[in-house]
């Protein structure tokens, strides 16, 4: 079982950057695969970026390559999310997942993940 709990959100004007935090409980972190999706109303939930076990690989959404960052530290648990150069169109409630899911290439899926978040809410105002 794993616990995940994000933060860092919150209302930025376009351009500024803002970094998401998930913390997970549990002592299995370091053997999930780590993603971070998104919802905005009205849209299904996207991919974002996700980082493979060891955090050897990565892997982005095209909006948000160059401009976002994901990284994860597995001592702390914890799993980030950078986000630089905000668009309006980043606007979405935000959600830190886990799989099970074991490899070199981080799956782009929502089935594909086992564990998720409560959300946290990004706005980018123009």
């Known amino acids: 079982q794993v616990q995940l709990v994000e933060s860092g959100g919150g209302l930025v004007q376009a351009g500024g950057s803002l970094r998401l935090s998930c913390a997970a409980s549990g002592r299995t972190f370091s053997r999930h695969t780590m993603g971070w999706f998104r919802q905005a109303p009205g849209k299904e939930r996207e991919f974002v970026a996700g980082?493979?076990?060891?955090?050897?690989?990565?892997g982005y959404a095209d909006s948000v390559k160059g401009r976002f960052t994901i990284s994860r530290n597995n001592a702390r648990n914890t799993a980030d999310l950078q986000m630089n150069s905000l668009k309006p169109e980043d606007t979405a409630v935000y959600y830190c997942?886990?799989?099970?899911?074991?490899?070199?290439?981080?799956?782009?899926?929502?089935?594909?993940?086992?564990?998720w978040g409560q959300g946290t809410q990004v706005t980018v105002s123009s």
């Open positions: 980082i493979t076990w060891s955090g050897g690989s990565t």
């Open positions: 997942a886990a799989s099970s899911i074991i490899g070199t290439l981080v799956p782009l899926f929502p089935r594909t993940y086992d564990y």
